[in-house]
Each structure stands twice: as structure tokens, then as C-alpha cells.
């Protein structure tokens, strides 16, 4: 089985590390017997045992993350469907070429608790399964290829690209949310997805161009 990682930009992949390969061949070599009890499950597997198992991609991610073992992060039986960045637009970004968009300023945090960086013009997408910030945000985070898990990512014209991922925290209007980061490594789009927007009330008041949070 090819790994993930080798999709990578060669600069980017050699800097993922020998742990999180090894786990995730490891993974693929029992994964046969992982099916019966945790299909259609996200599920962290490290050092031959899971180390997190659950129906939510970033509480797993988020878990598994803090074991510090280096895990294969993955859902059991879906392992090559990609992280969905789906475009919705609202009426709010007016500037914008097309529809305009809903557009907040958001705090990315690679420590919880810590200061972060603050990145304006940041896109809040229902229809992203996850967030996404151009590499150059990531590394302003910053974040390295050492750091992130390889992964998959689509977009809705299709077509599917190598990710980066990262656990990572937003803070938004006061309150920390861990967050599923991926890493774009062919857009300039800041993008708040799913991941977050699930954890917390946002109303989009389109004929007033307004986002607001925990209304």
C-alpha cells in the first residue's frame, strides 16, 4: 500500500515522520481485523494497538494527537475518501467576484491556551468538512511538515489533493474549539469549516451582510 505521505510535495514529505509511517503501515496490516468492530468509525492507531475511536474526525484527530505516539489517523473502511472542502456562498463579502461570501477574522492557535495568530478574511463554509489555510498561513502559525499527518483533500469541482493535517485550536469570540486543520497547498483561501462551525452558533444575516456568533 502507497503512503499517503509519498503524494506530498518531495520537499514536504521528507520531513513527515518515520513514527507516523510506520503506524500507518502497521494499520494496514491488521486493518482487516479492525473492520468488525470499527467500520465506518474514525479510529487513531499507533504502536499496533487504537489508541482513539470515535464518529467525530476531529475529537479522534484531537485525541489521538495527544497520546504523542505519532497515529494513523483514519475511518475504518473509507480510508481513501478525502476531507470534502465544499463552497457555500452567502451575501456578505462584497468585493468578492462571484456571490459574496461570509467572511470572519479568526484566531488559529497551535497550543491550547496559548496566543495565536489572528488571520482576517477567513471564509466560514458550511459545506467544508474541515478548515484549510494556505501552507504560507500554516507555516506563519507556524506549523511544519514535521508537525502535520498526511492526508487527502476534494474540492466540489472534484479532483482530490495531498493535505497536510493538524490539530490545531480556533479561539472565536472568546471560546477555544479544536479545530481539524489541513493544509492547502494550491489555494489562498482561508477556510472555517465543519470541524468548528458545528461546536458553536453563527448567524448569517444575509440582507445585512453580517455574521454573528453565539447570537
Known amino acids: ?41 474514525w479510529i487513531g492507531f499507533a ?9 467525530s474526525p476531529v475529537a479522534v484527530f484531537h485525541a489521538a494527537e495527544a497520546t504523542g505516539r505519532n497515529p494513523f489517523v483514519t475511518r475504518v473502511g473509507h480510508e481513501d475518501e478525502p476531507t470534502r472542502m465544499r463552497r ?7 468585493s468578492y467576484s462571484g456571490e459574496p461570501l461570509p467572511i470572519v477574522t479568526v484566531e488559529f492557535r497551535p497550543v491550547s491556551g496559548s496566543p495565536g495568530v489572528t488571520l482576517d478574511r477567513v471564509i466560514a463554509d458550511t459545506g467544508a468538512d ?19 499527518r498526511p492526508g487527502l483533500m476534494t474540492g466540489v469541482a472534484g479532483g482530490v489533493a495531498s493535505t497536510l493535517l493538524f490539530s490545531v485550536w480556533v ?29 458553536l452558533e453563527m448567524l448569517f ?8 456568533v453565539n447570537p
Open 47 to 55: 504502536d499496533g494497538v487504537v489508541v482513539a475511536s470515535g464518529t
Open 130 to 148: 474541515a478548515s484549510s489555510l494556505p501552507w504560507a498561513d500554516c507555516q506563519g502559525l507556524p506549523l511544519t511538515a514535521a508537525q502535520g
Open 171 to 199: 479561539d472565536l469570540d472568546g471560546q477555544e474549539y479544536p479545530c481539524r486543520l489541513q493544509a492547502d497547498f494550491g489555494g489562498n483561501e482561508r477556510i472555517l469549516g465543519r470541524d468548528v462551525l458545528n461546536r
Open 88 to 94: 457555500v456562498s452567502f451575501p456578505y463579502d462584497r
Open 1 to 41: 500500500m502507497k503512503s499517503l505521505a509519498d503524494a506530498l510535495p518531495p520537499e514536504i514529505a521528507r520531513h513527515i515522520h518515520p513514527e507516523w509511517r510506520k503506524n500507518e503501515a502497521a494499520y494496514w496490516a491488521v486493518r482487516d481485523q479492525l473492520l468488525s468492530q470499527y467500520q465506518g468509525q
Open 205 to 212: 444575516r444575509g440582507p445585512a451582510g453580517e455574521v454573528v
